[in-house]
């Protein structure tokens, strides 16, 4: 993402009471945060949020928590939400490579990563959010059975990121390198903002979903004996 640094984002993303600070004081109470039971589900770099706040709005019986690094990024997504405040939507402001120090053993249910940065060059492959390394740390964060699902249009990196996927534990029920013509994966489908650009311009989306390899055995077996 070309960043335009905007003066001024870091103090209002500061105050923003839609903004956790210090969020890891809320490290295994993050269902207390929201005053509810519900489930967590997280977008690990949510640029400006027309993901989440479409999300949120659709299902408010699910907690979203959209993760971003750049407070003149996030600055946007706090501008939709000042004029449409979502009780079941937060915002932090951090580096992805933190999550285990903000988010507790096993609580979270989804992660989504949508067109995450590519990290081209070869020395920066750890640095990739669908990278092992980042799944090793989802995997400490998501309860047991809990998904990932990635989109992105970059053939590339989503090919790298299915080669993770072995190595990692991690194993895929369901991939489509073509999505908007995937009648099933479609379903419910909500439009990121890169999506929208990248799509418009003819370019196909892949996207997988995956569980622990442990967590999709055990479904398996259990769904073909059962
Ligand atoms: N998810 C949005 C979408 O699909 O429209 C934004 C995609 S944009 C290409 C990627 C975003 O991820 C950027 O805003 C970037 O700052 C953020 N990001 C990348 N790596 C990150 C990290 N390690 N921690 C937090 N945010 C990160």
């Not at 990121?192 to 997988?208: Q, V």
Request: aromatic share 10%; net charge negative.
């Amino acid at each position: 993402m070309r960043l335009r640094n905007v003066p001024g984002s870091e103090a209002i993303v500061g105050n923003s009471p839609f903004v956790v600070q210090e969020a890891g004081k809320t490290r295994g109470h993050w269902k207390a945060a929201f005053g509810n039971d519900n489930p967590i589900h997280i977008e690990v770099g949510m640029g400006k949020g027309k993901f989440l706040n479409t999300m949120a709005m659709g299902n408010p019986e699910i907690n979203y928590i959209g993760i971003e690094r750049y407070t003149s990024v996030l600055l946007r997504a706090l501008q939709k939400m000042e004029e449409n405040p979502l009780p079941n939507l937060l915002f932090i402001c951090m580096d992805a490579s933190e999550l285990e120090q903000v988010f507790g053993e096993g609580e979270v249910s989804r992660i989504y990563l949508n067109f995450s940065d590519p990290w081209p060059k070869a020395r920066y492959a750890k640095r990739r959010l669908p990278s092992r390394q980042f799944l090793a740390r989802y995997d400490k964060i998501l309860e047991p059975g809990g998904r990932i699902e990635f989109k992105t249009d970059n053939r590339a990196l989503f090919d790298f990121a299915v080669e993770e996927l072995e190595p990692a534990g991690w194993t895929a029920r369901q991939i489509s390198y073509d999505l908007h013509r995937d009648g099933e994966m479609m379903e419910g489908n909500v439009m990121t903002e890169y999506e929208e650009k990248f799509s418009s311009a003819g370019n196909p989306i892949c996207k997988y979903i995956v569980y622990r390899t442990a967590d999709f055995l055990q479904n398996n077996t259990e769904s073909t004996t059962g």
